[in-house]
């Protein structure tokens, strides 16, 4: 009986001791991970600047003008801006386009009611700069600006412009029923 019991204990040391060095091997890994240059600091240091992305990307779309907004009607409102002064315009959608999976890009071209309407190029910068400035989504992707009236060789030309302008808005592509 004694044997048997000196046998049971020796088994039980041997599982004790094996133990015992397992939770050794774990103590000595949470340390070194707990370390300065260690997996949990930089981890942490990981994960504090993509809360700080993510905080920067919401504010940007918060900011955003043209979010819930049909684009026609940003735009409309970018050319009625006190700056801007170019007034009515006609907005024609163009065909959109798959940029990557989920994302479209849909072009449109701005004209003037008035075809014969022209401004200077101050009101042609402000209102592009202001179709950029209040929107992350909108970008202007060509301009062509003619003058308003020819000028004699020799004389100086006058700062009157009509205008053609395009820009993109680009978004997710709506998915599902009821999904914009």
């Not at 001791?17 to 370390?35: D, E, F, H, K, V």
């Not at 779309?61 to 043209?66: C, F, I, T």
């Not at 970018?78 to 959109?96: F, L, S």
């Not at 990557?100 to 009611?113: A, F, L, Q, S, W």
Request: proline fraction near 6%; charge should be positive; include cysteine.
């Amino acid at each position: 009986m004694v044997r048997i019991l000196i046998v049971l204990l020796v088994l039980g040391c041997g599982f004790l001791g094996w133990t015992a060095y397992n939770q050794q091997q774990r103590l000595t890994y949470l340390r070194g991970a707990l370390a300065a240059d260690g997996l949990v600091p930089k981890t942490v240091a990981s994960i504090q600047q993509s809360a700080e992305l993510y905080s920067t990307y919401k504010d940007r779309g918060a900011s955003d003008k043209l979010q819930g907004e049909d684009p026609r009607v940003y735009i409309s409102a970018r050319a009625g801006h006190p700056r801007v002064m170019i007034g009515r315009v006609d907005i024609t959608p163009g065909r959109e386009a798959d940029v990557t999976r989920g994302v479209v890009d849909r072009p449109y071209r701005i004209e003037p009611n008035d075809r014969k309407a022209s401004f200077n190029r101050a009101n042609i910068a402000n209102f592009l700069y202001k179709l950029e400035e209040d929107s992350q989504r909108v970008k202007v992707t060509y301009i062509d600006m003619k003058p308003a009236t020819k000028t004699p060789e020799g004389e100086r030309p006058v700062d009157l412009w009509q205008l053609t302008a395009g820009i993109s808005t680009r978004e997710k592509k709506a998915t599902g029923p009821g999904v914009r």
